[in-house]
T-cell receptor, first 108, second 114 residues
Framework: GENVEQHPSTLSVQEGDSAVIKCTYSDSASNYFPWYKQELGKRPQLIIDIRSNVGEKKDQRIAVTLNKTAKHFSLHITETQPEDSAVYFCAASPTLTFGKGTMLLVSP | SAVISQKPSRDICQRGTSLTIQCQVDSQVTMMFWYRQQPGQSLTLIATANQGSEATYESGFVIDKFPISRPNLTFSTLTVSNMSPEDSSIYLC???????????FGQGTRLTVV
């Protein structure tokens, strides 16, 4: 089955800095790569996703890049804000297999 | 989009008993998944609930322990059988309206086995 590795496990940044979270996957048949944000005690919420026919996608302060050859994809958050603090998960299809998560802490 | 109602939201159960968790989606969905999430950990896929056929289980999960039903395109249940304290966790259902689009999650069931 699919195996998704995610790094780092914890990321601390100052408000206004950028944050980058990286994931690798094993199944070359995977073609859908979403990123979820989970706040404490809440369900995961999709923040951005990318499909295998696209190399990059951006939505305001959030961007995702995909390198299918290398089987890795990354989440980029610019101008971080304290409300960005949460756990972020990457995942890969065809069944949604999740990475282990990154706890992002944004200090004011 | 899809709204998923999952219940119960929490339960405390005696070891050796079983608990059935229900997920109801407000629209027809192609795929439904069941996950387990330990506090502070990632989501571990238990199985894919297939409509009209047996669920597809991931490595380490078996049907006798986690029987799953999916009688139609909007509803699924997960049963945690013969529970032990190690089964204490949050269980989440998820649904895809179409493949490779946003997957929506239920609010989770916090299970404590004593």
């Amino acid at each position: 089955g699919e195996n998704v590795e995610q790094h780092p496990s914890t990321l601390s940044v100052q408000e206004g800095d950028s944050a980058v979270i990286k994931c690798t996957y094993s199944d070359s048949a995977s073609n859908y790569f979403p990123w979820y944000k989970q706040e404490l005690g809440k369900r995961p919420q999709l923040i951005i996703d990318i499909r295998s026919n696209v190399g990059e996608k951006k939505d305001q302060r959030i961007a995702v890049t995909l390198n299918k050859t290398a089987k890795h994809f990354s989440l980029h958050i610019t101008e971080t804000q304290p409300e960005d603090s949460a756990v972020y998960f990457c995942a890969a299809s065809p069944t949604l297999t999740f990475g282990k998560g990154t706890m992002l802490l944004v200090s004011p | 989009s899809a709204v998923i109602s999952q219940k119960p939201s929490r339960d405390i159960c005696q070891r050796g008993t079983s608990l059935t968790i229900q997920c109801q989606v407000d629209s027809q969905v192609t795929m439904m998944f069941w996950y387990r999430q330990q506090p502070g950990q990632s989501l571990t896929l238990i199985a894919t609930a297939n409509q009209g056929s047996e669920a597809t289980y991931e490595s380490g999960f078996v049907i006798d322990k986690f029987p799953i039903s999916r009688p139609n395109l909007t509803f699924s249940t997960l049963t945690v059988s013969n529970m032990s304290p190690e089964d204490s966790s949050i269980y989440l259902c998820s649904a895809w309206t179409d493949m490779n689009t946003e997957a929506f999650f239920g609010q989770g069931t916090r299970l404590t086995v004593v």
